[in-house]
């Protein structure tokens, strides 16, 4: 049997104020076309199918259409939810799709598979959605924490597998132990450490299929992160795009192969003085990418995001990261401006300094200041 495992689509996320509809409509199309070059017989989604709980109406159309094209190439579709999505939506929407198309949100259902067969019998896929605790206390009482709610989760579906026999694989939406997540990107979905998942809570299935965390990972040759389809952070821009093609033998064993997806867009993190950023040639192949800039002058600089969209129309990200910082100043206002000395000039370029990381008034700067000194005593004298 041949699985393609994908997840953490977020439908509606936006990238610094950029709509990433299009592209990620784009993305997914060519996902479908993997898919049916492939002949894929099951694609399992592992959560986080909106960004949303509340999606727009246009995020609905693109899911819909993905499902309905996956479908259309002869693979049986099974979806789960996660701690972006709304579960009761999606549950919602897996009554409106035709047969083939599982949408699995309930926790009271995780021990009803959804089986599906192959030529050496049936293969028992076991859908966990994103597992609040605070929620599914009520079905299991004593449940704490994510980890413990999922280590729950995992016995049910162990035991339910073990009375049906034969090969079945798992997705579930979790931060498990050991993965190296993307700062500031995936929602914390835990509280001190506490809700991290033990490798160990993954032991039986044949294939383990993991989301939330938006780069790949392989925790074991069984249990891996496909992460997202789409760059959604500029922290993400040197992890690539794809899904994991897992293949099951007869036993069980699986082989897996990546499949890179495009790239709509690539990002870039480009450092340096703003003029050499506005100037420089070795720049040129980066004018169509997204662009997260850090400038190093001294100085913060004039409207710099404008300046640099001129010659950067995707730029959506600047930072002001001088190359040099003066070190800091412990006395206190009063010993400056003691330590300047009656000179207002000196005063206001020892301001300057202090404001702007070290660099004090230029040479046009220390003239227009002495003029309007010189006006300013001027006008006290005659009044």
């Known amino acids: 049997m041949r699985i393609l495992h994908t997840s953490d689509w977020h439908i509606g996320r936006t990238f610094h104020g950029s709509s990433t509809l299009a592209a990620l409509r784009g993305v997914l199309e060519a996902l479908v076309a993997e898919v049916r070059a492939r002949d894929v017989d099951v694609v399992v989604v592992a959560g986080d199918v909106f960004d949303s709980a509340t999606p727009a109406a246009d995020c609905y159309t693109v899911l819909t259409d993905t499902l309905a094209a996956l479908r259309d190439t002869g693979a049986r579709v099974i979806v789960t939810s996660g701690n972006h999505d709304s579960a009761a939506r999606l549950g919602f929407q897996a009554k409106l799709l035709r047969d083939g198309i599982h949408v699995l949100t309930d926790p009271a259902a995780i ?3 959804v089986t599906i067969a ?16 605070v929620l599914v206390r009520r079905l299991w009482p004593g449940v704490r924490t994510q980890a413990q709610a999922l280590s729950h989760a995992m016995d049910l579906v162990r035991t339910d597998a073990a009375v049906r026999g034969g090969r079945y694989v798992a997705a579930a939406h979790c931060f498990a132990a050991g993965v190296e997540a993307t700062p500031h990107l995936e929602r914390d979905i835990q509280q001190g450490g506490l809700d991290v998942v033990p490798l160990s809570v993954f032991d039986g299935p044949d294939y383990m299929a993991l989301g939330h965390i938006h780069g790949r990972q392989v925790l074991s040759e069984r249990v891996r992160y496909a992460g997202a389809p789409l760059h959604y952070s500029f922290g993400e821009r040197d992890k690539p795009r794809g899904a994991w093609l897992v293949e099951m033998d007869a036993a069980g064993a699986v082989e897996t192969e990546w499949i890179d997806l495009p790239v709509p867009r690539r990002l870039v993190q480009l450092t340096g003085a703003l003029d050499e950023l506005l100037t420089d040639g070795r720049y040129t192949a980066d004018e169509d990418a997204w662009v997260s800039a850090r400038y190093t002058d001294t100085a913060a600089q004039t409207d710099p995001m404008r300046r640099l969209q001129q010659r950067f129309p995707y730029c959506a990200e600047v930072r002001h990261d001088p190359a040099q910082r003066a070190a800091a100043d412990t006395r206190t206002f009063t010993a400056r401006v003691a330590a300047a000395g009656a000179d207002d000039a000196r005063l206001v370029d020892g301001f300057l300094a202090h404001v702007r990381g070290g660099e004090g008034a230029t040479d046009d700067e220390s003239e227009l200041v ?11 004298a005659t009044a």
């Open 118 to 133: 192959d030529a050496h019998g049936p293969v028992h896929f076991y859908g966990i959605p994103y597992l609040e605790p």
């Open 111 to 113: 021990a009803a598979p």
């Open 370 to 380: 002495r003029e309007i000194i010189g006006e300013r005593a001027a006008t006290e």
